[in-house]
């Protein structure tokens, strides 16, 4: 085999990988790829748009809690420390920051929309989570430890039938404040 075609050789599998890897790589946004880490207050955000999570970190002494945003699923995911217990929640995406409200925040971006600022209300439901893996690696790796259960949301303007003593309350940034009532089964 001459030199030439042992040359040719060489660069036929590296144009088929080039030419198919060109078309993936082209999908990829390196800008969202990267994660933007920031803080506000006692919280430490950690955002992945490109896998559409925020990660959350209050270490305010009067209410310490780690946080999942799971904007792929509308699913918001948190550790109450104070209840020694994680929570679930569907996430209403009228009243929750967008990913890309949260992005302009940690950038300190003016934002076109403020979003909600008024506060949510949920109500612990008494069935424990049994299976975490199914939310994912991250929600299960923050909860593994302590019971789990979903919370409700309860409708604006109807009569909470807990007692107020038995909430937890929790900022997520300085858009939107939550409230998570309930006795927690077992504690």
Same mark, same amino acid.
């Given at each position: 085999m001459s030199e030439y075609q042992a040359s040719q050789s060489e660069i036929a599998p590296s144009i088929l990988v080039a030419f198919f890897l060109t078309p993936s790589l082209a999908l990829l946004d390196i800008s969202d790829s990267h994660p933007l880490d920031g803080s506000v207050g006692t919280q430490s955000i950690r955002v992945n748009a490109f896998r559409g999570m925020v990660s959350i970190r209050d270490n305010n =002494? *009067?209410?310490?809690w780690d946080g999942i945003l799971d904007y792929e699923n509308a699913l918001l995911a948190a550790k109450l420390f104070s209840k020694?217990?994680? =929570?679930l929640a569907k996430m209403d995406p009228s009243a929750?920051?967008? *990913?890309?409200?949260?992005?302009?925040?940690?950038d300190h971006k003016p934002l076109k929309r403020?979003?909600? $600022?008024?506060?949510? $209300?949920?109500t612990? *439901?008494?069935?424990?989570v049994?299976? *975490?893996?199914?939310?994912? =690696?991250s929600i299960k790796e923050m909860c593994r430890d302590v019971p789990t259960y979903f919370v409700q949301q309860q409708k604006e303007g109807s009569a909470l039938a807990t007692n107020p003593d038995s909430c937890s309350e929790i900022q997520l940034l300085s858009f939107l404040g939550l409230s998570i009532c309930g006795e927690i089964p077992g504690l």
């Open positions: =002494v *009067l209410s310490e020694m217990a994680c =929570v929750f920051p967008t *990913l890309d409200d949260i992005i302009k925040a940690l403020y979003p909600s $600022t008024h506060g949510l $209300t949920y612990v *439901l008494p069935d424990r049994k299976n *975490l893996a199914q939310y994912g =690696v």
